[in-house]
Nanobody, 116 residues
């Protein structure tokens, strides 16, 4: 069955950078719109960035200008380059289809913690 595996999270100081990866199996990330979502404790999971099959990108206002979503079709992988990280970016990050996620596709996510 479809598997989406997120990686690349960690602890970083405010102003720093991380690159997250989402590796897909039995699923083609090039065939549909894919997105990165984040979820902080006590909050709903929210779409942060998305990329369509033809390469159009969209970002939540909170990350616009700081985050970049990209896709490597050969590796069947979605990336999220996160720069100028802020404390409020602290959350678990997940990938899935966008803007509507498929429940069964949710992976374990990867934790991003931004410190002072």
């Amino acid at each position: 069955q479809v598997q989406l595996v997120e990686s690349g999270g960690g602890l970083v100081q405010a102003g720093g950078s991380l690159r997250l990866s989402c590796a897909a199996s039995r699923f083609s990330v090039s065939a549909r719109t894919m997105g990165w979502y984040h979820q902080a404790p006590g909050k709903q999971r929210e779409l942060v960035a998305s990329i369509t099959s033809d390469g159009r990108t969209n970002y939540a206002d909170s990350v616009k200008g700081r985050f970049t979503i990209s896709r490597d079709n050969a590796k069947n992988t979605i990336y999220l380059q996160m720069n100028s990280l802020k404390l409020e970016d602290t959350a678990f990050y997940y990938c899935n289809t966008a803007p509507i996620a498929v429940r069964a596709y949710w992976g374990q996510g990867t934790q991003v913690t931004v410190s002072s």
